[in-house]
Structure formats: C-alpha cells, structure tokens
C-alpha cells in the first residue's frame, strides 16, 4: 500500500514517458525476451515488477496493482509499453529522492541494479536504474558500450529472476547457518580471500577454465576442465571443513546463479552485435568478483562440453553446474 501513495502532484505532468526511454525499455525488455527463448530456452513467462528511475521520477512497470495501489485515486501517469505483442501498463511517479520499493524498503536513485522479492518471499520484482544515472557514474566515463552494458546488466538479473528454486536454497541455508559476512553472491570470497593459499588456488582453477575454453581439441578442452575441477576439490577439502563445509553447498549455488546470468548478460551484448572478446570483456569487467568470473567460465565451458544444460539449471530440482559439468567429464 506504499507505492504509489507516495506520489505529488507533478507526476502526472512531469513522469510520462519520453519516447526516447520509452525506446530504451521497450528495446531492452524485447532482447531480454531474445536471450531467454533463444540461449535460456524458458518458457514465456510474465514479466515481473519492474522498478526503473532516473533522477526525477521512478516508472513501475507491471507493477502488482493490488498491493501498490491505495483505495483512493492518486496523481501519477500512467502509459502503456509494447512487449511481446502485448500492452503492458507502466505508472510514473515523481519520487523526490525517496523510492519506495515493493517490499517496501527505500531507496535513493543511485547507480543499481538488483532483484528481490515481496508478498512473503513468493514473488520477485527487479530494480534498474536508467541509463542517465549509469553516465554520470566516474568509473564509466571511459566505456563506449555503455548502453551495451546496461541492457546486458539488465538481463544478468532478469535471470536472476527466473532463479526462484535457487533462492528456496539459499533462504534455507541463511536461516540454519549464522554467517558473519554478508550472505550474498561474494561470500566465499569475502571470508577466505584474506588467505593467499586459497586466493592462489582460486586463481589457478579459474585460469585453466579460461584456457580450456580457447582450447579447440575436445580432449585438451575436457583434461584442462578436469585438472580445474581437481584443484578445485582440493581446495575445498583444505578449507571447507568443521562447519565451513555449508560453504560448498553456497559456492556451488552462487557460481550457477552468478554463471548463468553473466552468461545472459554476454549473450545479450553479442545480440547487441559486440564481437565475442569485446562482449566477454565488458561482461568480465575487471574480473574481481569470484562468482562472476570463474562462473561464467563454467557456463561457457558448458556450452561445448553439456548441450542443453539450461533445462537442468531451471528446472525445479536446482542442480548446480559443479555437478553438471563433473558428470560431463
């Protein structure tokens, strides 16, 4: 019921949709449709709250109506966009520097993308901000695809979206296990990464994925994975012990949820027409996020060694890549 009261009297005047981000929402919303039939084979399925902003106002896109709609009538725009030969509503509302999320948390409008879930955990709704927040961002003064980028973030976590059976497990494990770090997708890495042993070891196994994906002999390719999977077995059997050994169960589940949606996001900037290395590139950034990086590995790896994979991955039963790919091998 928080949602939309929150709006003033200059929204139905100042938050319609330009055409220019009309556009841009209806692009980005018809490739993410193209990368989930055509590389995540998933099943049409509706679209989730979408939260999008921008400096001035925030635009809810699908929004679930009756829980962010008060009785009385309130001043916000509302407008339709065209998605997948279908009209679907969107409300602009002047947010004033205060965004009221669907699970009604607040944000201000800064650089962010992320997804969550209300109504009891039994829904997802996805937060963007809107490409004139990402250019003002300093570190992406210098990024000519930044557009690219964006739209493939997007998507990233659109994934993510479709990722509730995964979500299920992680809910379970945070309640049984009391983790003094944040229980997010860098977990591992922000507990063990303080130790060069693991840090190292770490490194070695994520290098010699990345050298069995430029590999061409479908043998070298399967040993350099095997030889991956080996330092990586021997890594957490050094370091996932006592009650560290929940974290083989999170790291499994954070390079599949991480892997599959940075495999999207560098599906979608190839769809977007970037090369494979320039696409790979600006997917991997500066490759300092563990579960990104050795996960897109993985999902690339996949790609060769695992035909259809993505119906193992989104099905109900949250199989991870680690024991995938280990049975390909």
């Not at 996805?126 to 210098?142: G, N």
Request: charged share 20%; proline share 3%.
């Amino acid at each position: 019921m928080l949602v939309l009261m929150m709006a003033n009297t200059t929204s139905a005047q100042t938050c319609l949709l330009k055409n220019n981000d009309r556009e841009w929402i209806e692009h980005t919303l018809t490739l993410w449709q193209t990368v989930s039939r055509d590389s995540l084979s998933l099943k049409s399925a509706p679209l989730p709250w979408i939260v999008l902003f921008d400096e001035t106002c925030v635009w809810h896109v699908n929004p679930d109506l009756p829980i962010s709609t008060p009785q009385k009538a309130v001043d916000f725009a509302k407008t339709k966009l065209s998605f997948a030969r279908k009209f679907v509503d969107v409300y602009g509302i002047a947010h004033e520097g205060n965004i009221t999320l669907p699970d009604k948390r607040q944000i201000s409008p800064q650089l962010m993308t992320f997804v969550s879930s209300y109504n009891g955990g039994k829904k997802n709704f996805l937060v963007s901000a809107m490409p004139s927040i990402w250019q003002k961002a300093p570190h992406l003064k210098t990024e000519v695809n930044l557009n690219v980028l964006v739209r493939s973030v997007f998507v990233h976590e659109m994934t993510h979206a479709n990722h509730r059976n995964f979500f299920d497990a992680l809910n379970r494990i945070e309640k049984q296990y009391a983790f003094s770090e944040g229980f997010d997708d860098d977990i591992v890495q922000n507990h063990f990464s303080k130790s060069e042993d693991f840090s190292k070891s770490y490194e070695t196994e994520r290098d010699l994925l990345y050298q069995a994906l430029s590999e061409t002999d479908i043998q070298r390719k399967r040993q350099l994975a095997k030889n991956a999977f080996d330092i990586m077995q021997a890594r957490r059997q050094k370091f996932f012990v006592g009650n560290g050994t929940i974290y083989t169960q999170v790291e499994n589940i954070f390079l599949t949820m991480e892997g599959a949606a940075n495999w999207a996001a560098y599906r979608a900037a190839k769809a977007e027409g970037l090369s494979e290395t320039d696409a790979l590139k600006l997917i991997c950034r500066d490759g300092k996020q563990w579960s990104q990086d050795e996960g897109l590995a993985l999902f690339l790896l996949a790609d060769s060694l695992l035909p259809a994979w993505q119906n193992k991955v989104f099905g109900k039963s949250a199989v991870s890549i680690i024991d995938l790919l280990q049975k390909a091998l």
